[in-house]
């Protein structure tokens, strides 16, 4: 196990099989591995595509996987922590097989991630990843807890900031559980594999306004909305019940039963920094 990030490495075949057949990809796609450790899915992505790219931040189990496939054509594996690694790199100027063909502003990926996630480090891979234009399609896999909230409706108990933040940029589809028998180590939860499609464009209008009310709202989760939003962006009580009624949202309601249309819709009344004017031209 990986102690920075805590990672139980997939031993099964089967499930890995399952995994990598999920993943959309075509032989002229390129293809991202987040975290591939001993290479249970590189294995059956070796050669099914025409790049790809495996990021794995432990030297020894990189050096293994490049005396294992680092000579075929196509693969490169790279010794890095994703987190600090920069994803420009994939599409690098005079680079001979580029993973992804250059994109014009608006156009979309050809290029797909998947990845067996560390647990301890799914929340911040899953952000950069969603804040980069440059994919399609990901399939991952990730603690069950968190894939409950990344798919979470409003009303539930699992629905909260990672659910809107993944649910603005990205369609979500649970795709099934794994057991921890399938592990080495055997780790003490279930895990979920998921298929993130990416929007062509976020579903909010400005996402620092959006976030900022989201945060402001769910900081203080077990208020009702009208206290946390005017505690949580120091904003009159008067105004922010007016913004609320405005955007037909009951004050006296809690964060997770409000949808991101009505967190994006509140976005456009309360979501400028104080002081800031909120007209537009």
């Known amino acids: 196990m990986r102690s920075k990030w805590g990672q139980n490495f997939l031993a099964e075949a089967g499930v890995a099989r399952r995994i990598v057949a999920a993943l959309g990809a075509g032989p002229s796609d390129g293809v991202l591995e987040i975290g591939p450790g001993r290479g249970a899915l590189t294995q059956f992505l ?113 629905y909260g900031i990672l659910s809107l933040l993944v649910q603005i940029k990205a369609e979500v589809e649970i795709l099934f559980d794994v057991r921890p028998s399938a592990f080495r180590p055997r780790p003490q939860v279930v895990s979920t594999v998921i298929r993130l499609r990416r929007l062509p464009a976020p579903r909010v209008r400005d996402e620092a306004a959006f976030f900022r009310v989201v945060h402001a709202a769910f900081d203080q989760r077990r208020k009702t909305l009208l206290n946390s939003l005017s505690h949580g962006l120091g904003i009159e009580k008067s105004r922010t019940e007016e913004a609320l009624r405005t955007c037909g949202l009951d004050p006296a309601a809690r964060p997770e039963t409000v949808s991101w249309e009505g967190f994006d819709r509140l976005s456009q009344h309360l979501g400028q920094p104080t002081g800031t004017s909120t007209q537009r031209t």
């Not at 922590?81 to 993973?99: H, T, V």
């Open 46 to 158: 070796v050669g099914t595509t025409q790049a790809l790219t495996a990021v794995e931040l432990d030297r020894r189990l990189a050096e293994d996987l490049r005396r294992r496939w680092g000579s075929v054509p196509g693969v490169t594996i790279v010794q890095a922590d994703f987190l600090d690694w920069p994803l420009a790199e994939l599409a690098a100027p005079g680079a001979s097989e580029p993973l992804i063909r250059p994109l014009e502003e608006g156009a979309e990926g050809s290029l797909y991630v998947i990845g067996n996630l560390p647990y301890s480090a799914a929340g911040p891979i899953l952000r950069k990843l969603l804040a980069w234009r440059g994919w399609l399609e990901a399939v991952v896999m990730v603690q069950r807890e968190v894939a409950r909230r990344i798919a979470a409706a409003p009303g539930s108990g699992d």
